[in-house]
T-cell receptor
């Protein structure tokens, strides 16, 4: 079983749609949680950290359920520029080792 | 831009050769982590350097080795290259009170 599992997609949605990505992690000792965004042939870039209380940044909302070891990302009012691969990331241990899911590919269609 | 730079941007090698990749961390960051990203996969942690010492290692064989220099820049060395080593190699810097890792643009390695 992979340490971080995501639905690989692809998700193809029209502009303006709401889309949700889910992720599960296996290590209950995981300490920090993130969503990164990766554009084609580019490096991953931090989209947002994920907190137990849930957090929002504009059109993006992230949720963490530690009991279920589940992380989600909701994107509202999708824009063409949201097209990318979204990586669910977990930080386990003192070495700040990031464990990535395989990513979920999103294409927002005009 | 993150301020993390990597060189070279692209590299082609043949099986059995050795390669050295370089990373300059963001100013003020003392930790560099290296990741390997195969096509269609998420990045996989190789190892991390903190203040010139290895500070954690992923599931990679010993032919993957590294260094960190006093200015916190870092090298990744891979010996006896195999076809499966073809990937995007990413370095990420972090440090101080900030937990976030900032990635460089990566080096794309092709092993023929």
């Amino acid at each position: 079983r992979k340490e971080v599992e995501q639905d690989p997609g692809p998700f193809n949605v029209p502009e303006g749609a709401t889309v949700a990505f889910n992720c599960t992690y296996s290590n209950s000792a995981s300490q920090s949680f993130f969503w990164y965004r990766q554009d084609c042939r580019k490096e991953p870039k931090l989209l947002m950290s994920v907190y137990s209380s849930g957090n929002e940044d504009g059109r993006f909302t992230a949720q963490l359920n530690r009991a279920s070891q589940y992380i989600s990302l909701l994107i509202r009012d999708s824009k063409l520029s949201d097209s990318a691969t979204y990586l669910c990331v977990v930080n386990t241990g003192s070495a700040r080792q990031l464990t990535f899911g395989s990513g979920t590919q999103l294409t927002v269609l005009p | 831009e993150t301020g993390v730079t990597q060189s070279p941007t692209h590299l082609i090698k043949t099986r059995g050769q050795q390669v050295t990749l370089r990373c300059s961390s963001q100013s003020g960051h003392n930790t560099v982590s290296w990741y390997q990203q195969a096509l269609g996969q998420g990045p996989q942690f190789i190892f991390q350097y903190y203040r010139e010492e290895e500070n954690g290692r992923g599931n990679f064989p010993p032919r993957f080795s590294g260094l960190q220099f006093p200015n916190y820049s870092s090298e990744l060395n891979v010996n006896a290259l195999e076809l499966d080593d073809s990937a995007l190699y990413l370095c990420a810097s972090s440090g101080g009170t900030e937990e976030t890792q900032y990635f460089g643009p990566g080096t794309r390695l092709l092993v023929l």
